[in-house]
């Protein structure tokens, strides 16, 4: 079972987090994009895009490991 607990941990933080944090961010008006191909390019903004998706990489990193998950979900200033 642990070697399950690392694959999917691994593949977490060192591919999907770091995927969504480069390519997610809406620097123009604020807010993520959440509709993305597998190359980060943005597919849908009218129903791709939401306001307070940040929060997803607070969630991601409740023990506080991972200071920059925060600071890009808007938590640390």
Request: hydrophobic share 25%; net charge negative; proline share 6%.
């Amino acid at each position: 079972m642990q070697k399950y607990i690392d694959q999917y941990r691994g593949g977490l933080l060192n591919d999907v987090i770091p995927f969504w944090m480069k390519n997610s961010r809406d620097y123009q008006p604020g807010g993520y994009f959440t509709c993305l191909d597998q190359y980060g390019n943005v597919l849908d903004t009218q129903y791709g895009w939401d306001p307070k998706h940040g929060g997803t990489f607070y969630f991601m990193d409740v023990k506080g490991n991972r200071p920059q998950q925060l600071e890009h979900a808007g938590i640390y200033p």
